[in-house]
């Protein structure tokens, strides 16, 4: 399911896949549980619905992301790219 958001701080409107969306939440709240870290701490919701509206497909992809560094690629990449594949892009 594709939502329409609008982002608060600059007042663009965008495009996310909600499912996706969903289940990076989801997978967040596991790791946050597992580590005993805030949820924020994994990937914050801005990265999230960045994610689920850009649907990057590679590490490099994924570094153009606000809030993924070179630390959250080496520890969450490779899962978030997986994630990421299991959705399809789906067309207007």
């Known amino acids: 399911m594709l939502d329409i958001i609008k982002n608060q701080e600059d007042e663009e409107t965008v495009l996310i896949n909600q499912d996706l969306s969903e289940e990076l939440k989801s997978w967040r ?4 549980k597992e580590k005993s870290l805030p949820a924020y701490t994994i990937i914050n919701n801005k990265t999230i619905e960045e994610i ?6 590679t590490n490099e992809d ?18 978030i790219l997986e994630i990421v594949r299991g959705h399809s892009i789906q067309p207007l």
């Open 29 to 32: 709240s596991e790791v946050s």
């Open 62 to 79: 994924l570094l153009k992301v606000d809030g993924i560094g070179p630390s959250k690629l080496v520890q969450y990449g490779p899962r």
């Open 52 to 57: 689920s509206s850009k649907f990057p497909k």
